[in-house]
């Protein structure tokens, strides 16, 4: 089954990176723009995949690109006297790009789990 997650893409003068807030933990970074999609698309992939296989909660896709558009937007807000951002911790972001990734979770685990079926929003 293909599920959803948005994911917050920044450039920074050395590199991209990514993650998705609904998976928090889960990034991907690489020198060129293509790569770094193709990495956080399988690193989501594999990580809700271990998530399930050690028996953990799968984290369903429920943020839409307007709400991490706020969330992004308040971290950095909350953090402009700390001189650092959650997301960046210091790194000077040049541009960021809200987006989507499209990854597959096991059947299996949607069968067993029925709150890893994602919500996809309505504003594609």
Avoid at 1 to 15: H, L, Q, W
Avoid at 18 to 36: E, F, I, N, Q, R
Avoid at 58 to 70: G, I, K, Q, T
Avoid at 91 to 98: A, I, K, P, R, Y
């Amino acid at each position: 089954m293909k599920s959803r997650f948005v994911v917050v893409y920044e450039r920074t003068p050395n590199n991209y990176s990514a993650g998705s807030p609904d998976v928090l933990g889960c990034v991907a970074a690489a020198k060129t723009w293509k790569k770094t999609q193709k990495l956080i698309a399988e690193a989501l992939e594999l990580h809700l995949q271990d998530l399930w296989e050690t028996g953990q909660p799968v984290p369903v896709s429920r943020m839409s690109l307007a709400d991490a558009m706020d969330d992004y937007v308040n971290v950095l807000t909350d953090n402009v006297d700390d001189g650092y951002s959650d997301y960046g911790d210091g790194v000077d972001v040049v541009e960021v790009t809200f987006g989507w990734v499209e990854v597959n979770v096991p059947d299996y685990a949607v069968a067993e789990n029925p709150a890893t079926t994602s919500r996809v929003a309505d504003e594609d």
